[in-house]
Each structure stands twice: as C-alpha cells, then as structure tokens.
C-alpha cells in the first residue's frame, strides 16, 4: 500500500502524494470536505484551527473560511505539483501544521489507494 508515498526531493517534509495536478480536483476537494463529516477527526480540525489563529490566519467567515484554508493547505500538501516551485512556503516553515495536516492526508491517500484498487 505504498501507492500514496511522495516520491519526490520533498518527501521529507511532504511524505503523502494523491497525485491531483489542478487545485478543482473535484474527487479530491470531496474527500478533504467529506472529512468536516467525521468525528475520528473532529478533535484535529479543532487542532488546527487553533494553530492557524495562533499563527495569524485571519478568518473572514466563521466555519466556511477556516474550510477553504483547509482545503488549500491540505491540497498543497498532498500534491507536489500544486506546491511545487511555489506556494508551500508556509507548510515548508510550520513543522506543528505538517504534523497536524499528517493524518487527515494519509487517510485521503490511503481511502483513494483502496477505491482504486476494489477493496
């Protein structure tokens, strides 16, 4: 099941790859909302939502913009061509998101891997 590891020089800092070349994947873009949904993950969104107040992430609505960051750190972080040359400074600098991103992205990676294989 190594089908989702990055492969890439960044692979330090960025271990999962869903492998979306467009930020609209809409496949991709579910699966990140559809985890708002689940409660094994509540506590981590809470987590992260605080890390990013903490850190000067300005919210202009309450729920959908933390949402939409997500969505767009999450996509970065998973999709080395979607931070790659650019746009993953922020993720590169914050050890405490990329810790906190981990989880979530390995269970998008890994429930894509077992779609695709029939499991």
Do not use: W
Request: proline share 3%; aromatic share 10%.
């Amino acid at each position: 099941m190594e089908d989702y590891k990055n492969l890439k020089e960044d692979n330090d800092l960025f271990p999962y790859e869903y492998g979306s070349l467009i930020y609209n994947d809409v496949m991709m873009n579910k699966r990140i909302l559809d985890l708002f949904r689940r409660k094994e993950v509540e506590s981590n969104m809470d987590l992260i939502c605080k890390h990013m107040e903490e850190n000067g992430v300005v919210f202009s609505s309450p729920g959908r913009s933390f949402r939409r960051k997500l969505l767009a750190f999450l996509s970065r972080y998973m999709n080395y061509r979607l931070r790659h040359p650019h746009r993953a400074e922020i993720l590169k600098k914050d050890d405490k998101l990329r810790q906190l991103l981990d989880p979530l992205a390995k269970i998008i990676c890994t429930e894509k891997i077992t779609k695709k294989n029939g499991k």
